[in-house]
């Protein structure tokens, strides 16, 4: 399923160490205290996603950072062009989110790059990577397995992974490591520079995870929340929360009506007081559900791909965005 979003930032922050007076690129491209411009200005750097584009334009931020879901384009199954294509061959540092199915084009793209590689999954370690369900409706059991709407327990296929691994602080702050590495690597001259700028991303990450600890991780009156996309399991599974999800989290197979209708009766039953929903995915499930409860919509947005606004603000700041409507949603104290 393809998703058209508004004009998407395309990071080119070639010059920010001499003062390049670019206003949308250095606010797209806001540092952490401690971040350093010196040196990388004729790096070229090719990343898959917003969060990872993020990464790159603070661990080198006078390199050039191009983001592969321009034109509104979103990131599931992304489809890249010849010049795209050759891009991914000829950079210096290449950042994705791993063989895992969720950008096939990309991935398939990947061996015959000839700079440094930053493989997001491989990063994270299979242990921190979670599953995305194939069913958007289904619910665990007591053993932790899902049902399916029978009944019957199944576990995830093999190598169904959930993508949406930015929404984790302390994964994205060994992305963050290795990419400082990578860039080093790359530019051995500025090795040290870009070790320290990956320290203070890793420093801005724990800090978030204290944030996110304190919004999700008190008293709430719900454990799930009610969404239009399943995107937010790393964002809620952490602290013990979950999600009902109008679609699944490879963004396909939107609810028919009776599932709808079983959402409807789960928010009249338990007393859910929101439905939190996607610029575009799940978005008129969301919506109807959330009107034939009479309940208030809340949104949120997967950062898989951003507006210009939106990457202004900054990965960090747009994570607790997420984290706090979803505080909202579960009623957290």
């Known amino acids: 399923?393809?998703?058209?979003?508004?004009?998407?930032?395309?990071?080119?922050?070639?010059?920010?160490?001499?003062?390049?007076?670019?206003?949308?690129?250095?606010?797209?491209?806001?540092?952490?205290?401690?971040?350093?411009?010196?040196?990388?200005?004729?790096?070229?750097?090719?990343?898959?996603?917003?969060?990872?584009?993020?990464?790159?334009?603070?661990?080198?931020?006078?390199?050039?950072?191009?983001?592969?879901?321009?034109?509104?384009?979103?990131?599931?199954?992304?489809?890249?062009?010849?010049?795209?294509?050759?891009?991914?061959?000829?950079?210096?540092?290449?950042?994705?989110?791993?063989?895992?199915?969720?950008?096939?084009?990309?991935?398939?793209?990947?061996?015959?790059?000839?700079?440094?590689?930053?493989?997001?999954?491989?990063?994270?370690?299979?242990?921190?990577?979670?599953?995305?369900?194939?069913?958007?409706?289904?619910?665990?059991?007591?053993?932790?397995?899902?049902?399916?709407?029978?009944?019957?327990?199944?576990?995830?296929?093999?190598?169904?992974?959930?993508?949406?691994?930015?929404?984790?602080?302390?994964?994205?702050?060994?992305?963050?490591?290795?990419?400082?590495?990578a860039f080093a690597a790359a530019d051995p001259d500025n090795a040290e520079t870009y070790r320290q700028n990956a320290a203070a991303v890793s420093d801005e990450m724990a800090a978030l995870g204290e944030d996110l600890d304190a919004l999700l991780g008190g008293d709430c009156r719900f454990d799930e929340a009610i969404v239009s996309h399943a995107a937010y399991a790393y964002l809620l599974e952490a602290h013990d929360k979950t999600q009902h999800a109008v679609t699944n989290v490879s963004a396909e197979g939107d609810a028919a009506a009776g599932e709808l209708a079983e959402i409807v009766g789960e928010i009249e039953e338990e007393g859910f007081t929101h439905v939190l929903a996607e610029p575009v995915e799940g978005r008129e499930g969301a919506e109807a559900v959330a009107t034939e409860a009479g309940v208030e919509l809340l949104e949120i947005s997967p950062l898989d791909a951003v507006t210009d606004d939106q990457a202004a603000a900054g990965l960090p700041d747009l994570v607790r965005a997420q984290a706090e409507a979803f505080s909202t949603a579960l009623g957290c104290a």
């Not at 950072?65 to 321009?70: A, G, K, P, R, T």
Request: glycine share 8%; net charge negative.
């Open 1 to 181: 399923m393809r998703r058209w979003l508004p004009p998407l930032v395309l990071l080119s922050l070639l010059g920010a160490a001499c003062g390049s007076g670019d206003a949308t690129a250095n606010s797209a491209a806001r540092a952490p205290a401690g971040v350093e411009d010196t040196g990388g200005g004729d790096l070229q750097a090719v990343v898959a996603v917003y969060p990872l584009a993020w990464v790159a334009a603070q661990v080198a931020p006078a390199s050039q950072v191009n983001l592969l879901n321009q034109g509104s384009q979103e990131a599931h199954d992304l489809d890249i062009s010849p010049p795209q294509r050759a891009a991914i061959e000829t950079a210096d540092v290449v950042l994705y989110t791993g063989d895992i199915d969720y950008q096939p084009q990309v991935e398939e793209a990947i061996p015959a790059t000839q700079g440094q590689v930053v493989n997001a999954a491989e990063v994270a370690g299979e242990d921190a990577l979670l599953a995305g369900s194939a069913d958007a409706h289904a619910h665990e059991n007591e053993d932790g397995a899902h049902a399916d709407e029978e009944g019957e327990a199944h576990s995830d296929e093999a190598g169904n992974v959930d993508p949406h691994l930015w929404f984790d602080p302390a994964i994205m702050a060994e992305v963050a490591a290795a990419a400082g590495e």
